[in-house]
């Protein structure tokens, strides 16, 4: 039997989190049709049996090694039985009505395929979760470059994080950041699941390049909100999800922007130098 809603939200050693975000899922779902799953990526911390306890209704899959998130997604949504599938991540936390104006907005508009809420930091500001495509350029000027910190008003992180627009009215964008979207059921299958060549990091922009262009929308609906506790940017993280993220940058760029041979060779190699200066960075934060 099918299900309005499955939400797949894909775990991994944030106990805390995770039960934040259970229990404002659970209140903002009251009254809707829904089914939780939850993809542990081998965490070992015992989350299964604190779940049962707090959340029986919850489904767990304990997988037996970290498989990444694309993968644990696409484990998600091969046991999905819900006409939309909600992608959350356990570090956001949904405001009261979020849901509701989301699955309005795909009940409204058949031609969207992705849609996600406004997403904001714990402080309140803005985060910039609705972009457009990135381009050679956002190598240099991306959401945590040095250079858009630096020059923040500067024409490519403008571009690219579409700072220059008010984010307080509906827009169909580009993509939409992975921690908070909703997918509807036929796009998927239509589609296709995420591409697991990305363990993490950027399989949301090509799941939502590849929605346009197969022919359906992405659309950012700020009237849906969320607060999202993005981790890691003053404490030192595992050196492979450095790693990780730029083997998904050079995925992207082979994947999609088909460079010559020599482009591909200077790219992948900036790309991996901007990995070496990151780790060492890392190395330096506290633990």
Not at 97 to 111: C, D, F, I
Not at 230 to 244: F, K, M, N
Request: proline share 4%; glycine share 6%; hydrophobic share 45%.
């Amino acid at each position: 039997m099918s299900r309005t809603l499955s939400t797949v939200i894909v775990y991994y050693r944030a106990r805390d989190a995770l039960l934040r975000c259970l229990t404002a899922l659970e209140e903002d779902a009251a009254g809707l049709d829904v089914e939780t799953t939850v993809i542990d990526n081998h965490s070992q911390d015992g989350i299964s049996e604190a779940l049962r306890i707090a959340f029986p209704h919850v489904r767990v899959q304990a997988n037996l090694a970290n498989l990444g998130f694309a993968r644990a997604v696409n484990q998600g949504l091969a046991a999905a039985r819900g006409e939309y599938v909600l992608i959350l991540n356990p570090d956001c936390v949904l405001e009261r009505g979020a849901l509701r104006v989301l699955l309005s907005h795909m009940t409204n508009h058949p031609e969207a395929g992705v849609i996600g809420p406004m997403l904001m930091n714990p402080g309140g500001s803005l985060e910039y979760s609705a972009r457009s495509f990135p381009s050679l350029a956002t190598f240099l000027f991306n959401r945590y470059s040095l250079l858009t910190r630096l020059f923040p008003k500067n024409r490519f992180s403008r571009r690219y994080l579409l700072s220059d627009w008010d984010h307080a009215s509906v827009l169909d964008v580009d993509w939409l950041s992975g921690a908070c979207l909703l997918a509807r059921r036929v796009a998927i299958d239509h589609v296709g699941p995420m591409d697991e060549a990305f363990f993490m990091f950027n399989e949301d922009v090509d799941w939502c390049r590849r929605m346009k262009q197969a022919g359906w929308r992405v659309t950012y609906v700020p009237q849906a909100r969320a607060i999202h506790q993005v981790g890691a940017s003053r404490h030192r993280i595992p050196a492979r999800l450095i790693v990780e993220r730029h083997r998904g940058m050079i995925h992207y760029f082979h994947k999609h922007h088909a460079p010559g041979r020599l482009v591909a060779w200077c790219a992948d190699g900036l790309i991996y130098l901007r990995a070496g200066l990151m780790i060492a960075a890392n190395a330096l934060k506290p633990r």
